[in-house]
C-alpha cells in the first residue's frame, strides 16, 4: 500500500507569511493528488484536486505542485482564515490513502 | 446544491452494531459516475476512508475493516447505509459521508456525526 507522509506535522507562522507543506508518497502516484483544508470541529474542505488544479471559489494564494513522489502546497501569503490542518490524499487508488495532516498555527 | 448529511447513534456500546445514515440532496446516485464514501476521523487523528458505493452497486471497503462493514443504498431515499459490526472504544471517531467526484476526491463532504463507544 502507497503511504502518504506530510511535513511538517506542525508549522507555526504569522499573518502574511509564505508556507509550504510537503506530501510525499512512498511510490509514484503521477498527479493523482488532492488537498484538503479542516478547520477545528469542521469537516475538510477540497482545496486543490491532481495535484495542482484550485477548486472554484478557493483563493489563488493556494497554489499546488508536483508529480511522482513530491508535492507541495503553498499559501503564498497567510490570513487569519487559512489557520487549520492540512491533509493530502491519493487519488488513484480505491484505499485513498491520507496523509497524517499539517497543523498550521498562529505564531 | 450538494449536500450530505450524517446520522445514527452518538453513542454505541463495545460489540454492538453501528448503523449510519447518510442522507444527501443535489445529485442521484442512479447517475452514471456517482458515488459515495465513508470516511472517519478519530478525536484529534487523521482521516481514514472506510468504503465506497458507485452509482451501478458496486462497493469497496477498507481492507483493514472489510469484514466489518457493510455498505448499501436506496436511491429512492437519496441515502446511503453504513453498518460497522463488532464496535470497539477504538472505533470513536467522527463519521463523515461525502460524494466522491471522477478523479476520486471527496467533495463536498457532511458534517460529521462522533460516534462514542463505550459501556
Known amino acids: 500500500d502507497i503511504q502518504l507522509t506530510q511535513s511538517p506535522s506542525f508549522l507555526s507562522a504569522s499573518v502574511g507569511d509564505r508556507v509550504t507543506i510537503t506530501c510525499r508518497a512512498s511510490?509514484?502516484?503521477?498527479?493523482?493528488l488532492a488537498w484538503y483544508q479542516q478547520k477545528p470541529g469542521k469537516a475538510p474542505k477540497l482545496l486543490i484536486s491532481?495535484?495542482?488544479i484550485l477548486q472554484s471559489g478557493v483563493p489563488s494564494r493556494f497554489s499546488g505542485f508536483g508529480s511522482g513522489t513530491e508535492f507541495t502546497l503553498t499559501i503564498s501569503s497567510l490570513q487569519p482564515e487559512d489557520f487549520a490542518t492540512y491533509y493530502c490524499?491519493?487519488?488513484?487508488?480505491?484505499?485513498?490513502?491520507f496523509g497524517q495532516g499539517t497543523k498550521l498555527e498562529i505564531k | 446544491q450538494v449536500t450530505l448529511r450524517e446520522s445514527g447513534p452518538a453513542v454505541v456500546k463495545p460489540t454492538q452494531t453501528l448503523t449510519l445514515t447518510c442522507t444527501f440532496s443535489?445529485?442521484?446516485?442512479?447517475?452514471?459516475?456517482?458515488?459515495v464514501s465513508w470516511i472517519r476521523q478519530p478525536p484529534g487523528r487523521a482521516l481514514e476512508w472506510l468504503a465506497r458505493?458507485?452509482?451501478?452497486?458496486?462497493?469497496f471497503y477498507s481492507p483493514s475493516l472489510k469484514t466489518r462493514l457493510t455498505i448499501s443504498k436506496d436511491p429512492s431515499k437519496n441515502q446511503v447505509v453504513l453498518r460497522m459490526t463488532y464496535m470497539d472504544p477504538l472505533d470513536t471517531a467522527t463519521y463523515y459521508c461525502?460524494?466522491?467526484?471522477?478523479?476520486?476526491?471527496?467533495?463536498?463532504w457532511g458534517q460529521g456525526t462522533l460516534v462514542t463507544v463505550s459501556s
Open positions: 443535489g445529485f442521484s446516485l442512479t447517475t452514471t459516475g456517482m458515488r
Open positions: 491532481a495535484a495542482s
Open positions: 490524499q491519493q487519488l488513484n487508488s480505491y484505499l485513498y490513502p
Open positions: 461525502a460524494r466522491m467526484t471522477s478523479l476520486g476526491e471527496f467533495d463536498p
Open positions: 458505493i458507485d452509482w451501478d452497486d458496486d462497493k
Open positions: 511510490q509514484g502516484i503521477n498527479s493523482y
